[in-house]
């Protein structure tokens, strides 16, 4: 096996080219489970030895289990014009997104809510990325790329792996922290905003989305409610009506409110912090089979602020 990629960022280790392997703490008494606020500081100060080397693997907190190593199986089906280039540029382009997200997250002191096997296959009949909708099928750790997609290097690997990790319960926040931390540590542009700032993507959306009814930005922003996309639990997609015009699964939909959450989501992390925002992911832990939003009073109890408050809030940010 030639290596790819020679990886010492947060306990990954020999990334090879045919089955890579990663090392990674199993932390399976954190698996779907709800995450109490009693064990937020807990996983703050274990979540450096959770993506640490495997000589640090031992962690006092005897809720954590120490380091087994998973393999990582990239599959490429049905790929007829897709070249051995390319597809060891989607291979590094992986191991590259994976040692990121383990650096970032062991910065802000997050420990991964689920670290199953790692299965990413890439595949002329998908037409979209997706990892989050397995996992709520109970196929947790397994990821699909587009081959188009690939090809081009747009794929949203770090996106995905974001969802295999931290996966949420609240469609909204789970698409929203998938897209902000692709848009800070992905290697390559990707859906939905392709390299460019989240907040100024987030804005042209709203234009395009909100009735033209009085001159001013901010009042005709209203009609924009994200009380709506907050009430979605997954696997249900982003939806939403705005005055006659409704917003769904459908591409055009997908990429008028995926910027949207992607840029609240920075919005709360870079004014409130992350440790904030991880007292409230983690009311809504993904269950397979199960459907849980999380009730609207949750943003007063954590942030001190409704929802609609911190949602006008932002919505002055990205207009002024």
Not at 116 to 143: D, F, Q, T
Not at 151 to 171: C, D, G, M, Q, S
Request: with cysteine; aromatic share 10%; glycine share 8%.
């Amino acid at each position: 096996m030639n290596p790819i990629a020679s990886l010492c960022v947060g306990g990954l280790t020999d990334l090879t080219r045919r089955g890579l392997s990663v090392l990674v703490p199993s932390w399976s008494a954190f698996r779907y489970q709800s995450i109490q606020s009693e064990t937020i500081v807990a996983e703050q100060s274990s979540a450096q030895s959770a993506w640490s080397s495997p000589e640090n693997s031992r962690n006092t907190n005897d809720r954590v289990d120490s380091f087994v190593s998973f393999g990582i199986e990239v599959t490429f089906e049905d790929i007829e014009g897709l070249t051995a280039t390319q597809q060891q540029d989607f291979e590094g382009d992986f191991a590259r997104d994976l040692a990121q997200l383990a650096e970032r997250t062991a910065e802000y002191g997050w420990a991964p809510m689920l670290t199953p096997k790692l299965r990413a296959v890439v595949s002329r009949k998908y037409r979209i990325s997706k990892s989050l909708v397995p996992a709520w099928y109970g196929r947790a750790g397994h990821m699909e790329f587009p081959i188009w997609r690939v090809a081009t290097r747009k794929a949203a690997i770090a996106h995905e792996l974001v969802h295999v990790f931290f996966p949420n319960a609240n469609r909204f926040l789970a698409e929203g922290l998938a897209v902000y931390l692709q848009s800070e540590i992905g290697g390559n542009p990707a859906f939905p905003n392709f390299g460019r700032p989240l907040h100024d993507l987030a804005r042209e959306s709203m234009l395009a989305m909100a009735p033209r009814l009085v001159s001013d930005e901010l009042q005709n922003f209203n009609h924009i409610a994200l009380g709506r996309l907050d009430a979605i639990a997954t696997p249900g997609p982003l939806e939403l009506q705005v005055g006659g015009d409704f917003y769904g699964e459908e591409p055009r939909g997908q990429a008028r409110l995926y910027p949207l959450a992607g840029s609240f989501v920075q919005f709360l992390i870079e004014t409130r912090g992350t440790q904030t925002f991880r007292k409230l992911y983690s009311q809504t832990p993904l269950v397979p089979l199960q459907q849980n939003a999380g009730a609207s009073e949750r943003w007063t109890e954590i942030y001190g602020r409704s929802l609609a408050h911190l949602e006008h809030e932002w919505k002055f940010v990205i207009t002024r």
